[in-house]
Structures are given as C-alpha cells and as structure tokens.
C-alpha cells in the first residue's frame, strides 16, 4: 500500500494525461467496431469537442494552484473531516474518502441541473446530439471552472489527502470515458454492474433530450446515490434521444464559438 501512496503522491500530470488517452483509445475503437454502419463523422465530432481542452487547459493550471495550496493547507494544519476521524488504515482512508468525494460529485451535478445560472454551462455538455467518449470533453471552460472550485470546496472540508485524490481521479477519468461510450452492455449484465457503477447503458439516459430524464442518474462513478435518492430512471436503448429539447437544432450548436456563447444566451 505504501508504494501506491507513493506514486501517487508524486505521480506526474502526464500519467494521467496518458490515462485518458489510452481509455480513450479503447473506447473509440470499441465504438467503431460496434458502430460502423452509422452514417456519422466522428472525427468532425471529435474535432469539435477537444477543441474545449483548449479552452480548460489555463483555467485548470490557475485552478491547480489554489487547488495545490488548499491540499498542503490542510495537511499542514490538520484540518478537515479526514484528518479528525484520524482513520490509520489507507485502505479505508481510500475507501472513506472515495465515497466522500463521489457523493460530493453527486450533488455537485444535481446543483448544475437544478441552479438555472450553472445550468447554463452545463447545457454545452448536454446539448450533445451524438454523445461518444469525445463527450467527455466537452466541458464549457465556464463549468471547468465552477467544477474545480467545488471540487477545492471538498476537498477543504474533507481534509482530503493528495494521493487519494489523484487515485481517485484516475479511477474518474476511466469511468467518465467508459460512462459516455457509444456502447451498450448486455441488460443482464449491465443490471448487475449499474447497481454499483456508472455504466454507459446508466448515462445515457442522463443524456436523454426530454425530462425527467435528463434530470437523473446524475451518478460520477458510483450509481448508488441516484438509487438511495430517487434520481434512478431506467429507458431502453431504442427509447433514448440525445441532446436538449429546447436546443435541438444542429447550426445553433454545430461551432466551437456557438458553443462557447451558450451561457449568454437568455434563460429558458
């Protein structure tokens, strides 16, 4: 267990750069295979998406920062949840705080749906009429930057340790690319892992154009807390729509700049 907290105390931005990529690697081919008769550019799909890591990369590096200077803040100071419970064993540290931060991610993406001013960047994710792992991406730097600071928020509170939470973010990272896969599992399968997990058959229901729909299983990688609070909606694959219904025209959302305006638009 100490060689884990070690690497992950150190591990560089590149591993998890390298993560992404490799996840993403295998679920886009995985789409392709699965997929090859749709009649869909996925590389204009593409294209357009990873334009929003562009627009995150400075708004995570000065958000990095504060988020660094909150993590030895509160390690130096002992402060926060973690830090009082004084859990010795890293094991349950692990699976304490993984269970802390996924709930806290949880209500984060309730608050982004039900508060109309964050919905508003948020709405550049959902309005996505083709959802893939390139999905993933599409992040307005708006939200970017709202997500981080929640996310400095948690971690304040809960006294969070460095390597958990890049552990957890490595586990984050694969499931959010698996959750937006173009993919389905076997329903009997897939019945058994979404008890627990975020699968993509789960997602794709929270990317459904029509409410309730698009307002549940809000879940990031545990699906757990859309069952205990009521936020569970099940469709079958033949049923889901993706997108927004009140922006389902494809030239008001087909630009990196339409896109970014998004926000400014009048609340609906």
């Known amino acids: 267990m100490q060689t884990i907290i070690s690497y992950f105390n150190a591990a560089p931005d590149s591993d998890r750069i390298l993560l992404l990529t490799f996840s993403f690697f295998i679920f886009w081919n995985l789409e392709y295979f699965l997929n090859f008769n749709k009649n869909f550019n996925k590389w204009s799909h593409l294209s357009l998406n990873a334009k929003f890591m562009l627009s995150a ?12 200077f909150t993590l ?52 550049v994710h959902h309005v996505d009429t083709h959802v893939d792992v390139s999905t ?21 509170i809960g006294g969070v340790s460095l390597w958990v939470l890049i552990f957890r973010q490595f586990i984050q990272i694969a499931s959010n690319v698996m959750a937006h896969a173009d993919v389905r599992i076997p329903e009997k399968i897939d019945n058994i892992l979404s008890s627990i997990f975020v699968t993509p058959n789960f997602h794709q229901v929270h990317h459904h154009y029509l409410q309730p729909y698009t307002d549940s299983n809000y879940g990031d990688v545990l699906s ?35 896109l970014l305006k998004l926000p400014l638009e009048p609340k609906k």
């Open 57 to 68: 990369a400075p708004v995570q590096f000065l958000l990095g920062i504060l988020m660094n």
């Open 72 to 123: 030895k803040w509160t390690q130096n100071h002992q402060f926060g949840l973690f830090h009082w419970m004084i859990i010795k064993n890293p094991l349950l540290l692990f699976i304490a705080t993984f269970f802390f931060l996924d709930f806290c991610e949880y209500s984060y993406h309730v608050l982004m749906h039900k508060v109309k001013s964050l919905w508003q960047f948020h709405l």
């Open 136 to 156: 993933t991406l599409r992040e307005h730097p708006g939200e970017t930057a709202i997500r981080l600071l929640f996310t400095t928020v948690w971690v304040f």
């Open 224 to 258: 757990i807390w859309d069952r205990f609070f009521g936020t569970y909606s099940c469709l079958k694959e033949n049923e889901v729509v993706f997108g927004v219904d009140t922006h389902l025209q494809e030239n008001k959302i087909d630009t990196f700049s339409k």
